[in-house]
């Protein structure tokens, strides 16, 4: 599987400098860990300080998130692979403005073992607070009943723009904290893998589908789905994805959401218009409103082909929430 690299062991660092040199009046790496990056804009004094982090290889996440209305720092791993806690610590310390740092990131045990330890060395070594909010918003990796068990996948733009628009709107930690698990509980995200992608290190696929195979609910890393078959047309699949949410989710006439169809990394836009198209019709003939909506890669998986559903259930809060502006390298919302 083809790819524009040098050294493959060096692959993340060259993409995160390429990265920086080509935004930095956005974000700047800093100089005591390479893989810590934060925005290059002043913050205002007394900003909770919004960290978001993870594995490299779901670009635009996590970086492309770093700005206003957004995250304030990003703390990067390896290809698929947590950062450790030294780039999550100097993060936390380099956007701390006194009232705290909330950190987001997906339901995964390297991930959750890495920050925990930052945010108690953030505690023990810099007297700074710090509060953790999983995203679990993959409805095929759990039951329903265990929601707090799910991996975090595409529904993590939702909940990190939520929590950047209540820290840049002055809210404190505990509020900040409320939002983001609020939103966290109201999103729901399920996928359809059409083809797998290859790490850089090895150049073999992440996992194996037959020509005319399609997986239903596999994990953005390649974790195992729920159900596998043959290609189904972009209406089918939209179909199968939209009632499994429902199903979790229920909504009732009347009711508004923010819809992302995601791709996952070698969709084209065409593809994922053809899915967005039949979302639309079947909320629109359930009466339910699409408050605003998102197309395109957001989080994805090296060059995996699929795309995710997420729907995130609104209410008042969570539509100003979601409406907040928003300027970063990868997402603008005015």
């Given at each position: 599987?083809?790819?524009?690299?040098?050294n493959?062991?060096?692959?993340?660092?060259?993409?995160?400098?390429?990265?920086?040199?080509?935004?930095?009046?956005?974000?700047k790496?800093?100089?005591e860990?390479?893989?810590?990056?934060?925005?290059?804009?002043?913050?205002?004094?007394?900003?909770?300080?919004?960290?978001?982090?993870?594995?490299?290889?779901?670009?635009?996440?996590?970086?492309?998130?770093?700005?206003?209305?957004?995250?304030d720092?990003?703390?990067?791993?390896?290809?698929?692979?947590?950062p450790?806690p030294?780039?999550?610590?100097?993060?936390?310390?380099?956007?701390?403005?006194?009232?705290?740092?909330?950190?987001l990131?997906?339901?995964?045990?390297?991930?959750?073992?890495?920050?925990?330890?930052?945010?108690?060395l953030?505690?023990?070594?810099?007297?700074?607070?710090?509060?953790?909010?999983?995203?679990?918003?993959?409805?095929?990796?759990?039951?329903?009943?265990?929601?707090?068990?799910?991996?975090?996948?595409?529904?993590?733009?939702?909940?990190?723009?939520?929590?950047?628009?209540?820290?840049?709107?002055?809210?404190?930690?505990?509020?900040v904290?409320?939002?983001?698990?609020?939103?966290?509980?109201?999103?729901?995200?399920?996928?359809?893998?059409?083809?797998?992608?290859?790490?850089?290190?090895?150049?073999?696929?992440?996992?194996?589908?037959?020509?005319?195979?399609?997986?239903?609910?596999?994990g953005?890393?390649?974790e195992?789905?729920?159900?596998?078959?043959?290609v189904?047309t972009?209406?089918?699949?939209?179909?199968?994805?939209?009632?499994?949410?429902?199903?979790d989710?229920?909504l009732?006439?009347g009711?508004?959401?923010?819809v992302?169809?995601?791709?996952?990394?070698?969709?084209?836009?065409?593809?994922?218009?053809?899915?967005?198209?039949?979302?639309e019709?079947?909320?629109?003939q359930?009466?339910?409103?699409?408050?605003?909506?998102y197309?395109g890669?957001?989080?994805?998986?090296?060059?995996?082909?699929?795309?995710?559903?997420?729907?995130?259930?609104?209410?008042?809060?969570?539509?100003?929430?979601?409406?907040?502006?928003?300027?970063?390298?990868?997402?603008?919302?005015?």
């Amino acid at each position: 599987m083809k790819k524009l690299i040098n050294n493959p062991q060096h692959v993340v660092d060259e993409m995160i400098e390429g990265y920086v040199k080509a935004y930095p009046e956005y974000i700047k790496q800093r100089n005591e860990n390479k893989r810590s990056l934060v925005t290059s804009r002043q913050t205002p004094d007394n900003k909770v300080g919004v960290l978001i982090g993870g594995g490299s290889g779901h670009e635009p996440a996590f970086m492309g998130y770093i700005g206003d209305g957004f995250a304030d720092g990003v703390a990067v791993g390896n290809i698929f692979a947590s950062p450790p806690p030294d780039p999550i610590l100097e993060t936390t310390k380099a956007i701390d403005k006194g009232t705290g740092v909330i950190y987001l990131y997906g339901n995964y045990a390297g991930d959750i073992m890495n920050f925990d330890m930052a945010a108690e060395l953030a505690d023990l070594e810099e007297d700074i607070r710090v509060e953790t909010v999983l995203v679990t918003d993959d409805v095929a990796s759990v039951a329903k009943g265990g929601e707090d068990q799910r991996r975090g996948i595409a529904g993590g733009f939702f909940v990190f723009k939520a929590a950047g628009a209540a820290a840049a709107k002055g809210l404190p930690l505990s509020e900040v904290v409320r939002i983001a698990k609020k939103a966290n509980s109201h999103t729901r995200t399920m996928g359809v893998a059409l083809s797998p992608c290859s790490l850089p290190q090895t150049g073999e696929p992440s996992f194996e589908l037959g020509e005319s195979e399609m997986e239903i609910g596999l994990g953005i890393h390649g974790e195992p789905g729920v159900e596998r078959g043959k290609v189904q047309t972009a209406n089918d699949v939209a179909d199968r994805l939209l009632k499994d949410i429902l199903h979790d989710m229920p909504l009732e006439q009347g009711e508004r959401v923010a819809v992302l169809v995601n791709g996952l990394g070698s969709t084209s836009r065409m593809e994922l218009y053809l899915m967005f198209r039949r979302i639309e019709q079947q909320l629109n003939q359930k009466q339910i409103t699409i408050h605003r909506s998102y197309v395109g890669d957001y989080i994805t998986s090296l060059e995996m082909g699929g795309c995710s559903l997420t729907l995130m259930k609104l209410d008042d809060e969570l539509a100003d929430i979601v409406d907040y502006p928003a300027d970063c390298p990868m997402f603008v919302q005015k």
